[in-house]
């Protein structure tokens, strides 16, 4: 890489972060870990996850790093599993939060204050599995974030990829009824027009030299108030698995 192209990805990655996503995130950082909070949906889905990446990839003696890791729900789920974790985030007390309740849980996981973009010019391919999962919404560019998660993967790494697609049912699924109906998520969490497609995630992916392997949907019953991976219903919210090629 030349010097000018890594001067752009500094830039880019110094950026490529919105003071108000992060300032939200700030706001409600002491109650990451509480079951019973705003973030309660972050703490049912993430058995899903968890074992969806364990699955696919497993993560035992692995190196996992964890992008826009917030507080550390999924990065200690990991590492419980056996990662060695790196868990990475823009905001400062979520990560504190996520330190604090590391003492505690005496989880281990290395976290640190990067940007993907940062991270992926001092340790690239350094990693067996890449996650970013609900953080491609609350970015400027989420393209840029996607191609530095490639970067961050070794040849034959794993990366996986959530957010919340853009049509009408996930605005009245994700915005009118889990933040303003059910209140499952603080009004003003997520804004509608920087939801994406499932296409634009995979054009990226593929942009970033990424192999598309699976796609997985994510359903909420408000009824029995119960989520579970759908793979044919991507109308709200999804994960894709990708590979980096040998």
């Not at 990446?53 to 419980?80: N, T």
């Not at 998660?149 to 889990?178: D, H, M, Q, W």
Request: contains cysteine; charged residues 20%; negative net charge.
């Amino acid at each position: 890489m030349s010097q000018q192209q890594t001067e752009t990805r500094d830039t880019a990655g110094a950026q490529n972060v919105d003071p108000e996503e992060i300032a939200k995130f700030e706001a409600l950082a002491s109650r990451w870990w509480d079951r019973n909070s705003e973030f309660r949906p972050l703490h049912d889905i993430n058995p899903l996850r968890a074992n969806f990446i364990d699955q696919h990839s497993p993560v035992g003696g692995k190196r996992l790093v964890d992008v826009g890791c917030g507080g550390g729900i999924l990065a200690e789920a990991m590492a419980q599993r056996g990662a060695s974790v790196t868990g990475i985030d823009m905001g400062e007390a979520p990560l504190a939060v996520a330190r604090i309740h590391q003492l505690e849980s005496g989880v281990e996981v290395d976290y640190r204050q990067s940007t993907a973009e940062s991270l992926a010019e001092s340790e690239p391919g350094a990693f067996d599995v890449v996650c970013c999962l609900e953080m491609l919404e609350h970015v400027p560019d989420p393209a840029s974030v996607v191609a530095a998660c490639a970067e961050l993967a070794r040849p034959g790494g794993s990366l996986y990829f959530s957010t919340i697609n853009r049509n009408p049912k996930a605005f009245a699924f994700a915005i009118v009824g889990a933040e303003y109906l059910l209140k499952l998520l603080p009004a003003g969490t997520h804004e509608y027009s920087k939801f994406i497609k499932p296409s634009e995630l995979a054009g990226w992916i593929r942009d970033a030299g990424l192999l598309l392997r699976e796609t997985t949907g994510l359903t909420y019953n408000p009824l029995t108030k119960h989520y579970r991976l759908h793979p044919t219903d991507v109308s709200v919210n999804y994960m894709l698995r990708a590979e980096k090629p040998l």
